[in-house]
Each structure stands twice: as C-alpha cells, then as structure tokens.
C-alpha cells in the first residue's frame, strides 16, 4: 500500500483491490540461512518501486500498515511503502516454453534506463537499445540468442529469430544488439547451445 492512498483501488474487490503499485522484490537479505522458511523481523526485501531509480531495502519490521474500509493506509515507521492487512506476491521461475529447451541464464540491460515515456499519458514511444549478458557459459561450446517480438511468436526456435551465434570464450558473453524496440512493445531473448552445423560462426572477443 501507500501511506495515505484510499483503497480498494481500480474499482477491484477485496482483497485484490489493497494495493497500490506492484513493486518488483529483486531479493532477500536475512542473517538466517535462505532455507529458514521463517520470516525473522532482521529480514530485509529488496526492491524496485514504480516510479524511481533507487533500490530499497525494508526490514520486514518497517513493512506493516493499516488500512479499514472507507479510510486512508496509514504506513508505520514513516514509509511511505506498506503491507497490510491484505498482502500476495507472485514468484516467476523460468519461462513455460512448449520445445522444452534448455537455456543459460541471461539479464537484459536497457538504455536509456532511467526514465522513458509514458504511453499511458500520451506520451510518444521511444526506442530502446537492449545488452544481454549470458552467464554460465562453458567455454568452447557454440551458443546462439534468439530474439522474439511478440507473445505469440515466442520461443519457436526458428532461424529467422536467431540474431547472434558464437563460441564461448569464457563463462559470460555480452552482446548488444543493434535492432531496437518501443519502450511499449515486447521483446523477448534467450540463448542456448546452437547445434545446427550450419549457423555462421561469430567468434566470441
């Protein structure tokens, strides 16, 4: 929730409607081994909020608010950012690709990356210029990044979406790739080992 925002939002019923933006967790710190599965107060979530660059790190002891129908969330501890007395979350673990292809591990970096329009308010898209770095890489072995612009053309292994092959030279690679996109599209990438015997070859520097 937000310090002060009233609430259920978007004409959404309870408990769905008890929230204000989805703020993406990009991790976990706790003195506790990871595989606790208790919620110790000394726990820190670290995130991302809708309209910032900072990450923020909150002790899950600064998280709880309180909220009743009719009225305002009212944050503790001067947050601005809180949970309660509604609170979900999603977990995304890998992508649900129908070929059942094995993939390295891959971020994509955006520029720019600190502001872009917004579309909602009519503001003109812009292009946007994407880097991927591929990770665990075993050197020697032949990889290939596909690229897919929309959902339903996603992960079909097809030549015309393989934009990059190479051989590894070491355990990452980072390629950025000179077609754009729209701030408001879909872009979609993955790399995997590249096993047609007649891709072209572009050695990894």
């Not at 002891?61 to 305002?72: C, F, H, I, V």
């Not at 129908?98 to 520029?111: M, R, T």
């Not at 030549?159 to 030279?169: L, N, Q, R, S, Y």
């Amino acid at each position: 929730m937000w310090d002060g925002q009233s609430y259920p939002a978007y004409d959404m019923k309870l408990p769905y409607g008890v929230h204000g933006h989805v703020e993406p967790v990009i991790g976990i710190q706790s003195h506790y081994p990871l595989t606790d599965e208790s919620v110790h107060e000394t726990d820190v979530f670290v995130h991302f909020t809708d309209g910032g660059t900072d990450t923020v790190y909150k002790p899950v002891a600064t998280l709880s608010g309180e909220w009743k129908p009719g009225g305002d969330a009212q944050c503790h501890f001067g947050s601005r950012y809180c949970i309660g007395p509604y609170s979900y979350g999603w977990a995304l673990h890998g992508f649900l690709d129908a070929s059942k292809q094995e993939a390295v591990p891959l971020s994509l970096k955006v520029d720019p990356w600190q502001r872009e329009p917004d579309v909602r308010q009519h503001e003109k898209p812009i292009d946007l210029t994407g880097t991927v770095t591929a990770e665990q890489l075993t050197p020697g072995a032949r990889y290939a990044i596909y690229r897919w612009d929309s959902v339903d053309a996603a992960f079909t292994y097809e030549p015309a979406h393989k934009i990059k092959t190479f051989t590894a030279a070491g355990d990452t690679f980072v390629f950025e790739d000179p077609k754009t996109f729209l701030n408001n599209g879909t872009v979609y990438y993955r790399c995997v080992e590249d096993s047609a015997s007649s891709a072209p070859q572009v050695e990894a520097a």
